[in-house]
């Protein structure tokens, strides 16, 4: 079954600092894959997607992801962490059978020291 | 372009009590999904509407059911509600299932 891990329910980091957020997912065939980031009180914005092609991708706000399939991973990352950055992340997988439904993980919460 | 909305913001109801929640999608999406994101939990799928069919659904009992309406927006009706259906309800819409989910802010429920 399809599913998705983030190994890390909190990062601290130092604002300036760069960011890497974990995220393995299980999944038979090529996944697509997303990175979301939700702020307090805040539906869910798209941060950046992996559909097939360049393994690197680049998103919104500074961040990309690089798509490993030999590691089952999905790792985001930021050079400088701004502390607007502070939120909550999840990395989704997409299911494709009668419907399109996103498969999430538990997401990793940021935090950014001054 | 209009975003997705959801009305309304906060609920509050008692256990055995019915809810409804309504989600406005975003201009030209035909697609809408329904989220559940209880609190420190990432969301979870509770169904998908598309042009006014129910065409896939997660692993939720018939007390959560749902509509979508000829201008594709939708409803999830909640019946016997139950502590734990205390949650952040979250609303997607798409064109056709579509690449992209776009989200609402949400409705958070909390049952007592």
């Known amino acids: 079954a399809q599913s998705v891990t983030q190994p890390d329910i909190h990062i601290t980091v130092s604002e300036g600092a760069s960011l890497e957020l974990r995220c393995n997912y299980s999944y038979g065939a090529t996944p697509y894959l997303f990175w979301y980031v939700q702020s307090p009180g805040q539906g869910l914005q798209l941060l950046l997607k992996?559909?097939?092609?360049?393994?690197l991708v680049q998103g919104i706000k500074g961040f990309e992801a690089e798509f490993k399939r030999s590691q089952s991973s999905f790792n985001l990352r930021k050079p400088s962490v701004h502390w607007s950055d502070a939120a909550e992340y999840f990395c989704?997988?997409?299911?494709?059978?009668?419907?399109?439904?996103?498969?999430f993980g538990s997401g990793t919460r940021l935090l950014v020291r001054p | 372009e209009t975003g997705v909305t959801q009305s309304p913001t906060h609920l509050i109801k008692t256990r055995g009590q019915q809810v409804t929640l309504r989600c406005s999608s975003q201009s030209g999406h035909n697609t809408v999904s329904w989220y559940q994101q209880a609190l420190g939990q990432g969301p979870q799928f509770i169904f998908q509407y598309y042009r006014e069919e129910e065409n896939g659904r997660g692993n939720f009992p018939p007390r959560f059911s749902g509509l979508q309406f000829p201008n594709y927006s939708s409803e999830l009706n909640v019946n016997a509600l139950e502590l734990d259906d205390s949650a952040l309800y979250l609303c997607?819409?798409?064109?056709?299932?579509?690449?992209?989910?776009?989200f609402g802010p949400g409705t958070r429920l909390t049952v007592l």
């Open positions: 997607a819409s798409s064109f056709s299932g579509g690449d992209e989910q776009f």
């Open positions: 989704a997988v997409v299911k494709m059978d009668s419907s399109y439904k996103l498969i």
């Open positions: 992996y559909f097939s092609g360049d393994t």
